[in-house]
């Protein structure tokens, strides 16, 4: 059975550092991994998407990088603003084509 | 930009009673899924719908639930007779392919069984 684990849970940071965030999976079976923000109360919003062929993906500020063989993921936050302040969440499909979730890394970025 | 629409935003409901919960997806997906959170757990995955009936469902999916498309745009989450813990925030997402970037997930329901 598929499961994600996010590292760390919460992360405290100042404004303008580089940071990253860490996502594994148990089952190397996986058609994508997604990287999604969730603002408190709020909807989820897709920030990356890496397909399992490939190793990276960047968006901006924000760069996905995919290890299918060790089952890893990291998000890395280059220059990091007050308003990257959220949850982080990663999210793998597996062969049954069903999202499954990590519990998140709530991030503050301190001005 | 095309977006997923989910109404209400938020629904108070009484125990026992049902509930509606409605999404509107992109127009031109074929899949359909319903997920749900419960405050401070993770997101766990409730069903998936394609070509007019269930392709895929959690073991949370259970005869409480039922899901329906029922005029070509809506796609309908039904709780019946709700429980306490089926306080959540419910997301409906949408994609063009199975195996595809479920990258459009709609704003969330928050459910609140009272």
């Known amino acids: 059975k598929q499961e994600v684990t996010q590292i760390p849970a919460a992360l405290s940071v100042p404004e303008g550092e580089n940071l990253v965030l860490n996502c594994s999976f148990t089952d190397s079976a996986i058609y994508n991994l997604q990287w999604f923000r969730q603002d408190p109360g709020k909807g989820l919003t897709s920030l990356l998407l890496i397909q399992s062929s490939q190793r990276e993906q960047t968006s901006g500020r924000l760069n996905a990088s995919l290890d299918k063989s060790s089952g890893r993921s990291t998000l890395y936050i280059a220059a990091s603003q007050p308003g990257d302040s959220a949850t982080y969440l990663c999210?793998?499909?597996?062969?049954?084509?069903?999202?499954?979730w990590g519990a998140g890394t709530k991030l503050i970025i301190k001005p | 930009e095309p977006e997923v629409t989910q109404t209400p935003s938020h629904q108070v409901t009484q125990m026992g009673q049902e509930v509606i919960l409605r999404c509107v997806p992109i127009?031109?997906?074929?899949?359909f899924y319903w997920y749900r959170q419960i405050l401070g757990q993770k997101v766990e995955f409730l069903v998936s719908f394609y070509n007019n009936e269930i392709s895929e469902k959690s073991e949370i999916f259970d005869d409480q639930f039922s899901v329906e498309r029922p005029d070509g745009s809506n796609f309908t989450l039904k709780i019946r007779s709700t429980k306490l813990e089926d306080s959540a925030m419910y997301f409906c997402a949408s994609s063009d392919s199975a195996s595809g970037p479920e990258a459009f997930f709609g704003q969330g329901t928050r459910l609140t069984v009272v």
């Open positions: 999210a793998v499909k597996d062969s049954n084509y069903q999202l499954i």
């Open positions: 127009s031109n997906h074929l899949y």
